[in-house]
């Protein structure tokens, strides 16, 4: 009965804040070391390979939800696909320059990229996939003159936060925007975590 009830007022508590605070968004930056290598104890496996793909092998892979990812190609953006044999079972996407900054959540400099997209298969999560695609196809960015690569978290997505931080990234930044009472432009408060 007190379970009960408690968890009704938890979800009373949740709509007031809600209805007070407004939608709400609460992202962690990450951003990759400049010029690092893979980080130490880090080896791709010997069944897998991670390496540069077009949009043509993401709209025509067997997997549904690689296919999916296809609209994040295009201009000004970079795409690394993890393959087991010659299926693709993890994929992570790139945009820079004025592609992204039409997202722009995080500013950009010129030689600076974002990685806007991670996914794995869901018969492969749990193997180190991510961590793999995000060390490598970092390395790849730079080496391809970028000087530095960032990507956003959820705040509570502790698998993505996880892979990160094994593939050598470090936190950045917390980002927190709200939208009380539906404003035109939700406030925006941005506390810095590294230099």
């Given amino acids: 009965m007190m379970q009960a009830v408690l968890g009704m007022v938890k979800?009373?508590?949740k709509k007031i804040g809600r209805l007070i605070l407004g939608e709400y968004s609460a992202y962690y930056v990450y951003s990759s070391q400049e010029k690092s290598g893979a980080p130490p104890g880090l080896e791709s496996s010997?069944?897998?390979c991670i390496r540069p793909v077009d949009k043509n092998a993401v709209e025509t892979s067997g997997e549904a939800l690689i296919r999916d990812q296809?609209?994040?190609l295009g201009s000004e953006a970079l795409a690394y696909a993890s393959y087991l044999d010659d299926r693709i079972v993890g994929l992570c996407i790139y945009w820079y320059g004025e592609r992204y900054r039409?997202?722009?959540f995080w500013p950009l400099?010129?030689?600076e990229a974002k990685l806007v997209q991670i996914v794995t298969v869901p018969g492969q999560r749990g193997a180190g996939i991510a961590t793999e695609l995000i060390a490598f196809s970092c390395m790849d960015v730079l080496?391809?003159?970028?000087d530095k690569t960032y990507a956003r978290i959820w705040h509570s997505n502790t698998p993505s936060i996880r892979a990160f931080e094994r593939a050598g990234w470090s936190r950045r930044a917390l980002v927190l925007e709200f939208n009380p009472l539906r404003r035109k432009q939700p406030i925006r408060m941005q506390f810095e975590t590294k230099a």
């Fill in 143 to 146: 080496a391809k003159g970028f």
């Fill in 46 to 48: 010997s069944s897998r």
């Fill in 102 to 104: 039409k997202r722009n």
């Fill in 70 to 72: 296809a609209f994040y």
């Fill in 11 to 13: 979800e009373l508590a």
């Fill in 109 to 111: 400099q010129s030689r």
